[in-house]
């Protein structure tokens, strides 16, 4: 969703770099093009100005710096400011009530009803047991399309049967959590395709009928200044706690993350990240200014890897792996492994772009299509195959890229790089045992 805005703002550092110290020209001509670049990115006309005033501000205050270049000085300044515009903190969800109530507001189309479902099971990671409520009776196929997620993700889904008002429908939603055991109950309101008195109505009863804890605005990024201006229709008519930012995966370009904080006053939760339940993140200012700015979000990389990577079963394949026993088998994990974080290309989104990582993160780095093709030649051998690659001959070559959809020559490309990877593996391995631990300098302890 950054990506250009961050390429303009990485741009401008990168002409400071290399300056001795900050001067008046420096400082005006970077503001110029921080503000061309937020205006370019949506980011609305009094949010731009108030921001490029408070980097001014602090940019002229802490000229005195003379250990920092003006490059790292604007640059932690912007991140500041950018830190401070995404909300600050982190804001968690108030989950202090039993059961806890939670209200999904938005127009239709923002992806209410999928942000739900991606909630529902967030929460379900976390050890709650939540309902979800399907009390848009507006649009045809809410219903139908809450009760497929629900059981695609194992949460129950109360459906309205034969009410037809939505209020009712709320109001026995929250009283079968109750009945039921249920510690989170969230509400899947009505949407209109714009904001109506009807729509206001409605959702207003909804909310006075069940008083959530949570009123959560979804909203779609990729619609820019209408998502900020919808967020504020629905502002002036509840007590809006928070946002939901969708469709962050997508090609929009920034702005209404970055408005809608200091135009409602109220954070951004959650943000999607994907098409998939699993696909939806917390929302962590700190982070995303990182991100904005080329600086990676390695903390996000790590909790990726610690929900999808068993700890025991990790160990015991690295302990194979240093003994000279990693097979295609373990390979093939490896890449189950890293496909259930998402795209490589978002994983790479979050190594910094610069040092060490800049050729990692560049677009073409990794070829999706060919760990897809890897997956396939691996898949199609058998188990024996995976484990003593060794026993593949023409015929069962020919087998495999028939059953895969590749070559011969893919196979044999794919072996020959397994086979370079055992022998790297063993050379480290005889290393670590030819070398004294005991005569490596100690640190001195800790007075």
């Known amino acids: 969703m950054f990506e250009s805005l961050g390429d303009r703002l990485q741009g401008v550092f990168k002409e400071l770099r290399g300056e001795g110290h900050l001067t008046d020209y420096h400082l005006e001509t970077a503001l110029r093009q921080i503000r061309l670049s937020l205006l370019e990115a949506d980011v609305a006309l009094p949010v731009v100005r108030q921001f490029t005033a408070r980097v001014k501000e602090q940019a002229v205050g802490k000229r005195v710096l003379a250990q920092l270049s003006p490059a790292q000085e604007v640059t932690r300044i912007v991140r500041d400011e950018l830190v401070a515009l995404l909300g600050g ?9 039993t059961p806890v109530v939670v209200a999904m ?12 479902a991606k909630l529902a099971l967030k929460l379900k990671s976390r050890n709650r047991y939540p309902l979800l409520v399907a009390a848009d009776l507006s649009r045809p196929a809410a219903v139908a399309q809450l009760s497929t997620l629900g059981r695609q993700i194992g949460v129950p889904v109360f459906t309205p049967g034969a009410l037809r008002d939505p209020v009712e429908v709320a109001r026995e939603g929250v009283r079968e959590a109750r009945l ?25 009863a909804v909310v006075d009928a069940i008083s959530p804890q949570e009123i959560l605005f979804v909203a779609d990024s990729m619609t820019g200044q209408d998502a900020v201006r919808s967020a504020s229709g629905f502002a002036s008519a509840l007590a809006l706690t928070g946002v939901v930012l969708t469709k962050t995966d997508g090609d929009a370009r920034g702005g209404a993350a970055l408005s809608i904080v200091s135009t409602l006053g109220r954070p951004i939760k959650f943000v999607g990240v994907g098409e998939k339940p699993g696909d939806f993140e917390p929302f962590h200012p700190d982070r995303m200014a990182s991100r904005i ?25 690295a302990d194979r792996a240093t003994a000279g026993d990693f097979t295609l088998e373990d390979l093939r994990e490896q890449l189950a492994s890293v496909k259930k974080m ?24 990794v070829d999706e299509e060919q760990l897809v093709r890897v997956s396939a030649i691996i898949d199609s051998m058998t188990p024996e195959e995976r484990r003593y690659p060794q026993v593949l ?24 790089q397994y086979q370079q990877m055992r022998k790297m ?21 800790k007075q």
């Open 89 to 97: 903190e982190k804001a968690e969800l108030d989950l202090s009530a």
């Open 105 to 116: 507001v938005g127009l239709q189309g923002s992806g209410k009803t999928t942000s739900a």
């Open 180 to 204: 039921t055991g249920r510690d989170v109950v969230i509400v899947d309101t009505a949407g209109r395709l714009h904001i109506d008195e009807d729509l206001m109505k409605e959702v207003r």
């Open 293 to 317: 700015l080329g600086m990676g979000d390695v903390l996000t990389l790590i909790e990726k890897v610690e929900e999808q990577v068993d700890e025991t079963a990790a160990r015991a394949m």
């Open 342 to 365: 998402g795209p490589m290309s978002g994983l790479l989104d979050l190594l910094p772009k610069a040092g060490a990582f800049k050729a990692l993160s560049a677009p073409e780095a």
């Open 393 to 416: 001959n023409g015929s069962r070559k020919k087998r495999i890229a028939s059953g895969s959809g590749t070559s011969v020559a893919e196979i044999n490309r794919l072996v020959k």
């Open 425 to 445: 593996m063993k050379a480290a391995r005889k290393g670590m045992k030819g070398l004294d631990l005991s005569r490596l300098p100690l640190p001195a302890p």
